[in-house]
């Protein structure tokens, strides 16, 4: 039996859907950016019933599987007890969810870069000389951060030693620095988290009253939850509670390049910029303002097409297919491996 839902099956699962969407007849209009989509039929039937035999054979850690084609979600189905109402933690989703509300701050004038320093939004960590703070630590912008390029050993490598640290800003600039900033790309949920600061000490709000103002709000999204750090910033990385629905709320949002209900929420160009290649993780990916950007292969078709995806540890997942007007969201339990 496979516990571990692994990128591979998600590919499998976003391959199915494919071919199930492509050539299906039109979805039931409803206006764009709706706060409730209209649910419709018109994924594959056998082709579902194959993912789902797979799923009930294989994969005891799923939770949810949603399909959303032209605003309309046209398959969904849960797991282990869970509804459309549960909200389950989405883990690194979250670091995509903050570069949101990044690029609606700098949009405000609440940021003026993202080439600002760091240091200009926490000075008192920056000045501190217990962290060992180096002429390369104070030049760690944002757009480092937004980027994973910080250069900093990232605190993935200790994250448990992060996680019940009781200061979390001060964990993750404590850590040497392994590369110059800019140089390579190195996950780091430390540095995310640094960004929930930023937004709080750059806004004079949280980060979750933020949110709630300017992008929760307007999505319609209430029944979720957010956890803090020891000094109660919520998790820039990490900690954020969903259900797949909201999931899809929020990948249909940036399909529609930032636009909800006639309003842009995020500005179009930071849609375009977090979802566009700035630098090479590896071959087959890359990385915009803390979203993954890939190909998504199409059977179906024999063709590659552009994707982009939020993606959680334990294989929670908002993938975003814009030639086919798709979102799939996924959801599973962590603790099953």
Not at 50 to 66: F, H, Q, R, T, W
Not at 206 to 235: C, H, M, Q, S
Not at 312 to 329: C, F, K, T, W
Request: hydrophobic share 40%; proline share 5%.
């Amino acid at each position: 039996m496979k516990t571990n839902l692994s990128l591979i099956f998600c590919i499998l699962i976003v391959l199915l859907v494919l071919s199930a969407c492509s050539g299906a007849p039109a979805a039931v209009p409803v206006s764009v950016g709706t706060t409730t989509p209209v649910s419709v039929q018109v994924f594959d039937s056998a082709l579902a019933k194959k993912m789902e035999a797979e799923i009930d054979k294989n994969y005891p850690n799923v939770y949810s599987i949603l399909v959303q084609k032209s605003g309309s979600i046209v398959y969904e189905k849960y797991y282990q007890g869970h509804n459309e109402d549960t909200y389950t933690h989405v883990f690194s989703v979250t670091k995509s969810v903050t570069s949101a509300l990044i690029g609606i701050a700098l949009d405000k004038g609440l940021i003026q870069s993202l080439d600002q320093p760091l240091a200009d939004f926490l000075p008192e960590y920056f000045t501190n000389p217990e962290l060992m703070i180096t002429a390369d630590k104070k030049a760690i912008t944002i757009r480092h951060a937004l980027t994973m390029t910080a250069g900093l050993n990232p605190t993935d490598d200790t994250l448990t030693r992060w996680m019940e640290h009781p200061d979390w800003f001060a964990y993750t600039l404590e850590q040497p620095m392994e590369w110059k900033p800019g140089e390579k790309f190195a996950y780091d949920t430390g540095l995310t988290h640094l960004l929930s600061g930023v937004i709080s000490k750059a806004t004079g709000m949280t980060t979750k009253e933020f949110a709630d103002k300017y992008l929760f709000g307007p999505l319609g999204i209430t029944n979720y939850k957010w956890d803090t750090d020891t000094k109660g910033f919520y998790g820039g990385g990490h900690l954020l509670y969903l259900t797949p629905r909201d999931m899809a709320k929020f990948g249909q949002l940036y399909l529609q390049h930032g636009l909800w209900n006639g309003v842009q929420l995020v500005p179009e160009k930071w849609v375009s910029d977090s979802t566009s290649s700035q630098i090479q993780v590896d071959d087959v990916t890359s990385y915009g303002y803390l979203w993954w950007v890939y190909q998504q292969y199409d059977s179906l078709n024999k063709n590659a097409v552009p994707a982009y995806a939020a993606r959680g540890y334990g294989s929670q997942h908002i993938i975003v297919i814009p030639e086919r007007d798709l979102i799939v969201v996924i959801t599973s339990n962590p603790n099953v491996q």
